[in-house]
């Protein structure tokens, strides 16, 4: 197949050589058509996996929305199908690993289906994918939005590279969904990160922090509202560093204010340096639709290892910014990521994290076991703790995250909160309210993309039993 060899400015350019694999082929212009061969006879049931983040998943949902209105069927991953889209992660060398296993699962039971495999994974690992049995395309991030471009009919010989460096313009991104939206709805505003921690493959995996263009997020935001969604959730790599010709997150959000219909606007997570002050007061605002929630990542509470990770502030920093919002918003659920087994990470950094847990206003935590990524500054770092001390680790910190959630819970027992429900199973309707806490209430109603009031009653792990208020329900 022919391919184009992209030179790229070196301040677009990663400082990593990806070798005879950085490749593209250009998307469908005036200068480089896509032939009629890619545009007839297209495929038309499609299946669709995700691996990764929230901002994956955004993306998935897009580029389903995509093949609906180019007359595809979407079935569920691993049904028989046509054409298969992966988007993939590489945050560690597990989630390359989990991405090769999804792959060559659908294509053992589908051998002939065309496989496009995109993302994060695609842009560093194209080589890898290449040996891949009946993999037919490879589509790094920059052009991954773009995927249907170039996929054509029938089985390619040998697989098709896509794969550029990522340029630091602006964005846009094109929408086309007409389906109804019937829960939480991922709104993506921003897209790679200028942060280099030494764990960290994503600045080379998507590139340095851009902003998409305030007009083109409302546009999709308000076609979500208007399809249903009564909850949006901002979402990107470093959504804090978000900038579009002088606005930020907190224009964002004033503007998704305006939105008739829209209950909830939530920030996903946010790095702790990146948090504008007038936040607080929104969420303080009962006409403002943003809510009192904050996921905030840690990951140690060492100032010995988030030197090593190479963060942006220390452990005093930290513990004085999520005291203060706790002060500023008395009623915020404050959640977090702890990675353990770091490199470096002695016993008694282990301690310090642990206290910091235990002794500030955080609700929850994530915790993750470092996992070695390859081309990452952490791997020349010689001090490693072994896997059974990581499960160690990570076993106490999960319990510290259960206690302290249950605290939280504990605090809301006998009082009525509004709960947006999502899902039933077995009779029990499940949902969460604007602080994040999951509610379960039994009930025969049909209560999908309901807000209704609920009284909570009965603490069952990391979710909370309730009972309805048989009052007022708001419908879509």
């Known amino acids: 197949f ?46 669709l996996h995700t691996l990764g983040c929230r901002l994956n998943q955004s993306e998935t949902l897009i580029l389903q929305e995509q093949l609906q209105a180019e007359g595809y069927e979407i079935v569920p991953y691993g049904e028989s199908a046509d054409l298969a889209i992966v988007n993939t992660c590489t945050v560690t060398n597990d989630a390359d690993s989990k991405s090769r296993k999804a792959i060559r699962g659908f294509l ?17 690992g194209a080589k890898t994918l290449c040996e891949i049995p009946g993999v037919d395309l490879i589509v790094g991030n920059q052009e991954k939005m773009n995927v249907l471009s170039y996929i054509k009919e029938g089985k390619n010989e040998t697989p098709l590279v896509v794969r550029d460096q990522m340029i630091r ?5 094109d ?14 505003i921003q897209d790679g990160c200028d942060f280099m921690c030494s764990f960290c493959i994503i600045p080379f995996a998507r590139g340095r922090s851009r902003s998409r263009a305030m007009d083109n997020l409302f546009e999709e935001a308000r076609q979500l509202v208007e399809r249903g969604a009564l ?43 990146t948090i504008e002050e007038g936040l607080f007061d929104r969420m303080n605002d009962p006409n403002h639709a943003l809510v009192p929630y904050l996921h905030i990542p840690l990951q140690s509470g060492s100032d010995n290892v988030l030197t090593i990770m190479r963060r942006l502030y220390t452990r005093q920093e930290f513990i004085d910014f999520i005291q203060h919002a706790h002060d500023t918003v008395p ?44 081309g990452t500054a952490a791997l020349r770092i010689p001090e490693k703790v072994d896997g059974t001390e990581k499960n160690r680790r990570s076993a106490i910190i ?70 309805l208020i048989e009052s007022t329900v708001l419908p879509v």
Request: proline content about 5%.
């Open 231 to 273: 909850e949006l959730v901002i979402t990107g790599v470093n959504i804090g560093t978000y900038t579009y010709e002088d606005q930020t997150v907190l224009d964002i959000v004033d503007h998704l204010n305006e939105i008739e219909g829209l209950k909830r606007i939530r920030i996903s997570s946010i790095e702790p340096t």
């Open 2 to 47: 022919n391919v184009y060899l992209v030179m790229n400015t070196p301040s677009q350019t990663p400082t990593r050589n990806h070798g005879p694999f950085h490749r593209i082929i250009p998307p469908q212009s005036e200068k480089y058509p896509v032939s009629q061969e890619n545009t007839q006879n297209i495929p038309k049931r499609a299946s």
């Open 108 to 124: 053992r039971d589908n051998p002939d289906s065309y496989m496009a495999v995109i993302g994060c994974y695609s842009q560093m």
């Open 398 to 467: 999960r319990r510290i995250s259960s206690q302290k959630l249950n605290e939280f819970q504990q605090r809301y027992l006998g009082q009525t909160v509004e709960v947006l429900f999502e899902s039933e199973e077995q009779g029990l309707w499940s949902g969460y309210t604007e602080h994040y806490i999951r509610v379960s209430v039994p009930s025969n109603s049909e209560l999908k993309n309901t807000v209704h009031p609920v009284r909570l009653e009965e603490i069952q792990g990391d979710f909370v039993m309730g009972s």
């Open 175 to 188: 929408t086309v969904g007409t389906a109804a939206f019937t829960r939480r709805a991922n709104l993506k």
């Open 331 to 374: 009623n915020i659920c404050i959640g977090t990521d702890i990675m353990v087994g770091s490199p470096g990470e002695s016993e008694a950094d282990f301690e310090d994290t642990c206290d910091l847990l235990l002794n500030s206003p955080l609700t929850y935590s994530h915790v993750f076991k470092y996992s070695e990524r390859d």
């Open 169 to 173: 313009d602006d964005f846009t991104i």
